[in-house]
């Protein structure tokens, strides 16, 4: 009876370009927990093979941007 208790939700973005590895034109951007603090990657999502790497502050510019916008657009 404890089937999706602990759901988490990723917000994936879509990355232009195609995977080095595969060719495939499936790569996307979303934040990771690492050893050292939160990682924003991109990665293919077809053979899932990371391009890129690079730190990123959880509480950054990502929400806030989005709010921004949505502000935008509420007036
Ligand atoms: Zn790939």
Same mark, same amino acid.
């Given at each position: 009876m404890?089937?999706?208790a602990t759901r988490q939700t990723v917000a994936r973005e879509p990355v232009d370009g @195609?995977?080095?590895s595969c060719g495939t034109a499936a790569l996307a951007r979303y934040?990771?927990?690492g050893a050292g603090g939160?990682?924003?990657v991109v990665k293919c999502q077809g053979c899932l093979s990371s391009v890129s790497r @690079?730190?990123?502050n959880r509480?950054?510019?990502v929400d806030?941007?989005?709010a921004d916008?949505?502000?935008g657009l509420a007036r």
């Amino acid at each position: 009876m404890e089937a999706t208790a602990t759901r988490q939700t990723v917000a994936r973005e879509p990355v232009d370009g @195609e995977c080095p590895s595969c060719g495939t034109a499936a790569l996307a951007r979303y934040p990771v927990l690492g050893a050292g603090g939160w990682f924003q990657v991109v990665k293919c999502q077809g053979c899932l093979s990371s391009v890129s790497r @690079e730190p990123w502050n959880r509480l950054g510019s990502v929400d806030r941007d989005h709010a921004d916008r949505v502000a935008g657009l509420a007036r």
